[in-house]
């Protein structure tokens, strides 16, 4: 992955996530659950960029 399309990503992602904070009302309670969501799902993507999570098995949705 290119640095500039991984800095790029990370940017927008903030951007978003400060624009749902200041402009969205919510309760305290749902904000700081949806922080700590994009804090985590930003970590796994981070690491697996970096290669750390290299080789992580893929999830399946189980069909019905």
Known sequence: ??????????????????????????????KKILNVAVVVVVSLYVLNAFGVLGSTPRFQIPRW
């Open 1 to 30: 992955m290119p640095l500039m399309q991984f800095v790029i990503t990370l940017a927008v992602l903030g951007g978003v996530l400060w624009a749902i904070n200041t402009y969205i009302p919510m309760q305290n309670n749902i």
